[in-house]
């Protein structure tokens, strides 16, 4: 079963960076996701990350945000540049056997089936 633990998160100014951890235990051959969500807002993907490296990013973050894993990938990060107020949300680590980029389906994000307890992300003004 996989289990899923997010580490990173704080309190930054605006334009600052931040990274985020999460260290993935039973993982094998899942697409890995990061997802927020702020307060009164549904919950969003920011980036994926496939078995084969392919990577995708939601636009609001495309060019700041960089998702990766090391090279036994158990551990996915997020790295977070120029952040703005509107990035503050709880960051949350997702796992999926099912969900893939390549010929990426309408259902996408809601494939992501393992969660993170999450890590908060607050961005000053």
């Known amino acids: 079963q996989v289990q899923l633990l997010e580490s990173g998160g704080g309190l930054v100014q605006s334009g600052g960076s931040l990274r985020l951890s999460c260290a993935a235990f039973?993982?094998?051959?899942?697409?890995m996701a990061w997802f927020r969500q702020a307060p009164g807002k549904e919950r969003q993907g920011v980036a994926a990350?496939?078995?084969?490296?392919?990577?995708f990013y939601a636009n609001s973050v495309k060019g700041r945000f960089t998702i990766s894993q090391n090279s036994a990938k158990d551990t996915l990060y997020l790295q977070m540049n120029n952040l703005q107020p509107e990035d503050t949300a709880m960051y949350y680590c997702?796992?999926?056997?099912?969900?893939?980029?390549?010929?990426?389906?309408?259902?996408?994000?809601?494939?992501?089936?393992?969660w993170g307890q999450g890590t908060q992300v607050t961005v000053s003004s």
């Open positions: 997702a796992a999926s056997v099912f969900a893939h980029i390549v010929n990426m389906r309408p259902t996408f994000w809601s494939e992501f089936d393992h």
């Open positions: 990350i496939d078995v084969d490296g392919t990577t």
């Open positions: 039973g993982y094998r051959g899942y697409c």
